[in-house]
């Protein structure tokens, strides 16, 4: 690392852990207006049928997070079969989700499964970037869409630099339209310095854009559908909550927004008679988005590891 860029580093490390100690401060303060009871009743009010929702619509983000990588591994001209192209996927991402850090997590479980199965360090890479590109872009489209649809005040915690997502919600549309854009015109990859980046066709563009916006609205409704009957936002109003939520998690670089994604929520519910509720919801949601989906992919990579040592066992 340059010197140069050490104080940089050094300064975004210490923001972030101010961010996070100022939303660990707001959570405690919250939990300390109800008891532990009260946290509890709130999250057993909420109906079956709300949660079997949540957790279907778990399952189809993750699934469609794994498209991700499908369409990466076409990308790069490297055929996979979907089984093994779901367990890397959905593993990095539950893993990276959770944990946080994602080039040390979910890159390094990509990289030990996709190498086992023979890709080069090159393809995995490309597969890693090209999901990473796909994860911005539906942030960007989507959200995109919402801020300019519903342009929210941000919360001055957050120490943005608007006042409004409305300008935010051009922004992110502007990005994506170059990107389309580029794809349309850009047929060879564009040179900057030692990198190539190398856009996909049109329609290629166009596919990974749906997908990735589709991921977005799934993950935004597993939370509405657990806050829909104690919030007065409709989904539109509350999308555009969703995504400065997570922008707001995803720019403090703590591990899955924690405490800094339920700070936001909890701003913008304050006039809420139901904080208790809303509140032990977010522990539900944290669980059934966050949680769950990591004990499924570490039970699964342990799994694979035991049969991996088994079928070596046998071969010798």
């Known amino acids: 690392m340059s010197k140069q860029k050490r104080p940089i580093n050094l300064i975004i490390s210490l923001l972030s852990l101010l961010l996070f100690i100022c939303a660990v401060v707001t959570i405690i303060q919250q939990l300390k207006k109800y008891n532990c009871w009260e946290l509890i009743n709130s999250i ?20 469609v997070l794994t498209l991700y990588d499908v369409l990466a591994c076409y990308q790069i001209r490297q055929r996979l079969p979907y089984l093994k192209i779901i367990l890397a996927a959905f593993s990095g991402h539950a893993i990276s989700n959770s944990v946080g850090f994602a080039v040390l997590t979910g890159s390094a479980v990509r990289y030990r499964l996709y190498s086992n199965w023979g890709l080069s360090v090159v393809d995995i890479a490309q597969i890693i970037a090209f999901s990473n590109l796909s994860f911005w872009l539906g942030l960007f489209a989507i959200g995109g869409i919402g801020f300019i649809i519903e342009p929210l005040t941000i919360p001055k915690l957050l120490h943005l630099p608007f006042t409004s997502a409305h300008s935010l919600g051009w922004i992110f549309l502007a990005l994506v339209v170059c990107y389309v854009l580029g794809s349309f015109r850009l047929k060879q990859p564009l040179k900057i310095r030692s990198w190539r980046i190398s856009f996909p066709s049109p329609k290629f563009a166009l596919i990974q854009l749906v997908i990735a916006s589709a991921d977005w609205v799934l993950a935004a409704g597993v939370l509405y559908i657990l806050l829909i009957d104690v919030t007065d936002f409709s989904y539109p109003s509350f999308f555009s909550i969703y995504f400065l939520a997570q922008i707001a998690g995803i720019i403090s670089h703590v591990p899955g927004g924690l405490g800094v994604f339920e700070t936001v929520i909890l701003w913008f519910e304050a006039d809420n008679n139901n904080m208790a509720t809303v509140f032990g919801i977010l522990l539900t949601y944290r669980l059934i988005y966050y949680l769950l989906p990591l004990g499924v992919a570490i039970l699964l990579l342990v799994l694979y590891e035991l049969y991996q040592r088994f079928k070596l066992h046998k071969q010798q």
């Open 44 to 63: 057993k009010a909420i109906t079956s049928i709300h949660l079997l929702s949540a957790l279907g619509l778990t399952t189809l983000s993750y699934l």
